[in-house]
């Protein structure tokens, strides 16, 4: 699976939008973007992937250039719940099913 | 969405005992499962995938006779840590990707912290 890149540690304003930047520059083809997030002991929690289209849900959306070599999360409206660590991962859908974590960006959302 | 749960939540136990960690999908049927480990401030590392009905393969550096993997049924994976010791004390945390078609993501338990004195 590729690698990913993120930065450590971002911080952002109560009620702004969160954009957490993802670079996955060796992203093969057949493989997805996945991202996943980690509230302090707890387990991950998935939030949304996608594959080369821009994709949305009731948590986030997904920004994914069209080289395919970077993608955005972006968390609309932050609350102080979405503090947490988030992870961006690439893998092939099905097949190999592993979930590898790197060591993601820790969101804090400031009051 | 899908429901992961885990048993034990937490669990403190004296060095040479083992300990048994239950991962069950609540509402859905799993025929993978994977068992991943967390140290403090670190990244989650995955263990092993366990399949129903078949041996779970572990990864590089994962000691199989150590780390006892059991998956009976399409909703229960066991994980058991055998003669346990101070280093293996750690956040244990399974997931479970649905069989049925259409799912391609995992879902997560809530983790289990073990405490080996």
């Known amino acids: 699976d590729a690698k990913t890149t993120q930065p450590p540690s971002m911080d952002c304003a109560e009620g702004r939008a969160a954009n957490l930047p993802c670079n996955h520059s060796?992203?093969?083809?057949?493989?997805?973007v996945y991202w996943y997030r980690q509230i302090h002991s707890q387990g991950p929690q998935y939030i949304i992937h996608?594959?080369?289209n821009n994709e949305t849900n009731e948590m986030a959306s997904l920004i994914i250039t069209e080289d395919r070599k970077s993608s955005t999360l972006i968390l609309p409206h932050a609350t102080l719940r979405d503090t947490a660590v988030y992870y961006c991962?690439?893998?092939?859908?099905?097949?190999?099913?592993?979930?590898?974590f790197g060591t993601g960006t820790r969101l804090t959302i400031i009051p | 969405g899908a429901v992961v749960s885990q048993h034990p939540s937490r669990v403190i136990c004296k060095s040479g005992t083992s300990v048994k960690i239950e991962c069950r999908s609540l509402?859905?049927?799993?025929?993978?499962m994977f068992w991943y480990r967390q140290f403090p401030k670190q990244s989650l590392m995955l263990m092993a995938t366990?399949?129903?009905?078949?041996?779970?393969?572990?990864e590089q550096g994962v000691e199989k006779d150590k780390f006892l993997i059991n998956h009976a049924s399409l909703t229960l994976s066991t994980l058991t840590v055998t003669s346990a010791h101070p280093e293996d004390s750690s956040f244990y945390i399974c997931?479970?990707?649905?069989?049925?078609?259409?799912?391609?993501?995992?879902?997560f338990g809530p983790g289990t912290r073990l405490t080996v004195l």
């Open positions: 997931s479970a990707r649905p069989t049925a078609r259409g799912y391609n993501e995992q879902f």
């Open positions: 060796t992203i093969s083809g057949n493989e997805y």
């Open positions: 996608g594959l080369k």
């Open positions: 991962i690439v893998r092939v859908a099905f097949g190999n099913e592993k979930l590898t």
């Open positions: 509402d859905f049927q799993a025929t993978t």
């Open positions: 366990s399949n129903e009905g078949s041996k779970a393969t572990y």
